[in-house]
């Protein structure tokens, strides 16, 4: 063999063995990443876990043979302070007469509801517990979010106390349907983690523990998880249950205003009546609420009223496309935007649409009154 072969059968030999190596580090580098998130996944479950609690309500339904006879329905809830608070979801507890809370323990509390607030789908109840009361969960700053991170959901699926399912953020900012009628809420997260019947009210965590969210919904055609579930943001916890526990309730903003939305459907449907609108998308101004905000600024609601089949229809109000320069595609905009970006006392600016030219009218923005 002569030296320039025998060199090349080295240099092939060290590039092989180079290889072999680099694929061997970069599968122990992953095992060892995978034991990492392991890790760090069995940690918050070891952390959180215990703070999290199973709430058990009982409420009458009537009965066609036996009348009213009373029914028990689960969800979850997590430790918010050491006073013994504890915030679950406004639909976990809605009509119950009776509410029992089961620490990760399996020990049993009688709880008191001390606030509500149905629009935010929140509520707090309050249970004595002395030295045996978990650890507060620390509640983390939602904005800071990323879609992609891995989440921990903790509750008790269909009953099944102490379920850890994780997933990742899927998206942000989605805005879901609230409790309250007419209403929607803002801020919510997106997860794929596995939530079915019963996680509701439990925390959504990330990997530090923290409370992202509060589990509320999911979007599914057979009731069970189909990897799109929703959390109530935790900065609208921040913001609203502090709230509920100092006051029993949460004061949302409010101008008053009633309207339609501008979509294909209802601008053919207004062209047909007679009905002059410059733009495409947008709410149309058709009424107000007794005490309008709105109303009290200037903004003008319908001039006139038009039959189209059953329908009543006024005509000729102004129609609303921004507040505080963000573009209003429809009254869920304007919505959120109140609920999440102001307070009662704060003046927005209602960019409208009359008569074809644009104007702003500013309003100040007020409690909305109870049952609205």
Known sequence: ???????????????????????????????????????????????AGPSVVNITGLTYVRNPLLGSVPEEGTGSGFVFDGQGHIVTNYHVIEGTYELIVTLATGEEFLAEIVGVDPANDLAVLRIDA???????????????????????????????EQTLTTGVVSALGRVIESP??????????QTDAAINPGNSGGPLLNLNGEVIGVNCQILSTSGSSAGVGFAISANTVARVVPRL??????????????????????????KQVGAQISVSEGALVVGFESGSPARAAGVNGGSRTVRYGW????????????????PIEKMEDLLVYLETET???????????RDGSLRTIEVRVAERPTGR
Request: no cysteine; net charge negative; glycine share 10%.
């Open 130 to 160: 002395g030295a045996k009361l978990p650890p507060a969960l620390d509640l983390a700053d939602s904005d800071a979010l990323r879609v992609g991170q891995f989440v921990v959901a903790i509750g008790a699926p269909f009953g099944l």
């Open 245 to 270: 526990i100092l006051d029993g309730q949460y004061p949302h903003p409010w101008i008053g205003i009633q309207t339609i939305d501008l979509n294909a459907y209802t601008l053919a449907v207004l």
């Open 1 to 47: 063999m002569n030296s320039r072969a025998a060199t090349s059968i080295g240099v092939s030999l060290t590039l092989a063995v180079a290889a072999a190596l680099g694929a061997w580090g970069s599968a122990g580098a992953a095992l060892a990443s995978q034991a990492t998130l392991e890790d760090r996944i069995t940690a918050v479950y070891e952390s």
């Open 311 to 326: 329908y009543a229809i006024p005509i000729g109000g102004d129609v609303l496309v921004a507040v505080d320069d963000r």
């Open 343 to 353: 307070e009662i006392g704060d003046t927005v600016r209602l960019t409208v649409v």
């Open 180 to 189: 309250e009628d007419d209403q929607f809420i803002g801020e919510a997260i």
